[in-house]
């Protein structure tokens, strides 16, 4: 792929189903909606009010992962694996879907202003990554960089394409707007980027604490970065110099993680120990697991922070939990693999934040 290529390609218009209704899902009642992708489908809507499925959007492509939404609810934007583009979604279904060409293997979406950073892997190969001391791991990964796509989502172009380390994945930006961070699946690394240029600032190599960073979240105040290492099942814990403070101990294959809005808990989804962790802030001792489902990878609080939704893709639900009592409360039967989950209004999770 050309550095800033785009393609668009336009269909019939957008289907809204709900019901017989069509109705544009802008429109949510107090507590808003959340938005989940489904690797063998579409993205499915999720009325926060009742806790059930109002619908499903086409976005007329395959293979969802990555998920995002604009700050206004507007747009929707999803990584599609297997068409190496990304939907970019009007969300009233006024229009048709937008595609943007962004490479092999689009990942992971962090929507910023009136931009989505993509993280996208030509070298990634399908099914899960080897065991650390497999000898599949030396002889074949493949160190082909990932990348970093910017998409202008006003122009509907690639305008940066950013060259990182193998295989990125997961993406967090600084509490100020000014730095990216990726985790670096193969490389077990950290690279730090200049949010408009993507200069690399800074990497930090993980490898002498564990294998596979995939999970990265910031606390509210900036100043604790935490990450999952999913094939150690711990979670590394950094300042904002990005040192490495402490390790924690964690179920097994951690990923999707994050802090609450006030910075006092952090969740750590431990998709083969099937449970939501839950750790204190401070002092990063374990409070309590939370029994969860199969291949549970992300999750969201929703806006009012009373309530958390996990997409478990191998248990094909989404899980519901009470984020003060920190108890399953809902199963909500999802039967395309959902993968990622974001609501709008923004909120606290795994993928996305306010």
Known sequence: MKQGHVSFQFY???IFAIGLATIPYSFAGEQGLAYVSNQDGAVTVINLDTMEVKGTIDIVANSPRGIGVTA?????????????????????????????????????VRVFGDKAYVT??????SG????????????????????IAIVDLKLGQVIRDIIGKP???????????????????????????????????NIIPVDK??????????SPDGKTVVVTLELSDKMLVLNDKFEVLKEIATGKSPYGVSFDRKGERIFVAANKEKSLQ??????????????????????SFTPDDQQILLACGKSNEVVVIDANKLEVTKRIVDK???????TFPKSMGSIDRP
């Not at 996208?120 to 190969?125: A, D, R």
């Not at 899960?128 to 990348?147: L, Q």
């Not at 699946?185 to 993507?198: L, Q, R």
């Open 167 to 201: 295989e990125t994945e997961g993406i967090e930006f600084s509490t100020d707007g000014k730095k990216m961070m990726v985790t670096n699946e193969s490389d077990n690394s950290i690279t730090v980027h200049d949010m408009n240029s993507g200069e690399l600032l």
């Open 128 to 147: 899960p990554p080897p065991k650390p001391d497999s000898k599949e791991t030396e002889k074949d990964e493949d160190k082909t960089p990932g990348h």
């Open 120 to 125: 996208y892997e030509p070298s990634s190969k």
């Open 278 to 299: 839950v750790f204190n802030a401070k002092t990063f001792e374990k409070i309590k697991d939370i029994p969860t489902g199969e291949r549970c990878w992300h999750f």
């Open 12 to 14: 019939t218009p957008l």
């Open 209 to 218: 604490y564990g294998e596979r960073p995939r999970g990265i979240k910031a």
């Open 336 to 342: 395309d693999m959902p993968w990622g989950i974001v």
């Open 72 to 108: 206004d609810g507007k747009w929707l934007i999803t990584a599609n694996k297997d068409d190496g583009n990304v939907s970019i979604v009007d969300t009233s279904g006024a229009n048709t879907p937008k595609h943007v060409s962004i490479g092999k293997n689009p990942e992971f």
